[in-house]
T-cell receptor
Framework: DAKTTQPNSMESNEEEPVHLPCNHSTISGTDYIHWYRQLPSQGPEYVIHGLTSNVNNRMASLAIAEDRKSSTLILHRATLRDAAVYYCILEGTGFQKLVFGTGTRLLVSP | GAVVSQHPSWVICKSGTSVKIECRSLDFQATTMFWYRQFPKQSLMLMATSNEGSKATYEQGVEKDKFLINHASLTLSTLTVTSAHPEDSSFYIC??????????????FGPGTRLTVL
């Protein structure tokens, strides 16, 4: 399975934008890039996914580098409820499989 | 949106007993469900892939005789931890695939079950 690299933690202030980076230099041409987040003591929650083009939804935006070797999850205005561990995941070699890395713990201060 | 439930949300049991955890897709049918385990301060580890009506596919290093998975219907999968020991104490999470495309972005996760083995 292609691996991803994320910073262990990041901090942000409430109401400010947050850019969460992810490196995936071994991504293959058919791998989707998924972002999930996990709040404390809960199951992961889907955030966004993409293949080649940048994507927007009500939760976040996903910016994908032209060579697809990196991507950035953008939270436009962080809230305290966005404090969570964010996982950048490449869809595994087995169809549908999600292999979770260590993720980035996002801390949001009031 | 698609909802996945787990029961129980937490369980405490004595060493040597077996514990069954249920995972249900409440408003959709799931041909494929996944089971994960998460230790404190660690990431999720995929244990097995469960397909309705067939045997589960276990990840390397996961004991299939210890972690029994049954996916008897399109809305229910169960994980039974047999002869549980303290080292099996963990947060168990299931997910279910809701879509027809077969791609991972249509997976929805349950809230998790915290197992404590005394």
């Amino acid at each position: 399975d292609a691996k991803t690299t994320q910073p262990n933690s990041m901090e942000s202030n409430e109401e400010e934008p947050v850019h969460l980076p992810c490196n995936h230099s071994t991504i293959s041409g058919t791998d989707y890039i998924h972002w999930y987040r996990q709040l404390p003591s809960q199951g992961p929650e889907y955030v966004i996914h993409g293949l080649t083009s940048n994507v927007n939804n009500r939760m976040a935006s996903l910016a994908i580098a032209e060579d697809r070797k990196s991507s950035t999850l953008i939270l436009h205005r962080a809230t305290l409820r966005d404090a969570a561990v964010y996982y950048c995941i490449l869809e595994g070699t087995g169809f549908q499989k999600l292999v979770f890395g260590t993720g980035t713990r996002l801390l949001v201060s009031p | 949106g698609a909802v996945v439930s787990q029961h129980p949300s937490w369980v405490i049991c004595k060493s040597g007993t077996s514990v069954k955890i249920e995972c249900r897709s409440l408003d959709f049918q799931a041909t494929t469900m996944f089971w994960y385990r998460q230790f404190p301060k660690q990431s999720l580890m995929l244990m097995a892939t469960s397909n309705e009506g067939s045997k589960a596919t276990y990840e390397q290093g996961v004991e299939k005789d210890k972690f029994l998975i049954n996916h008897a219907s399109l809305t229910l999968s169960t994980l039974t931890v047999t002869s549980a020991h303290p080292e099996d104490s963990s947060f168990y999470i299931c997910s279910a695939d809701s879509g027809t495309s077969g791609r991972a972005h249509e997976q929805f996760f349950g809230p998790g079950t915290r197992l404590t083995v005394l």
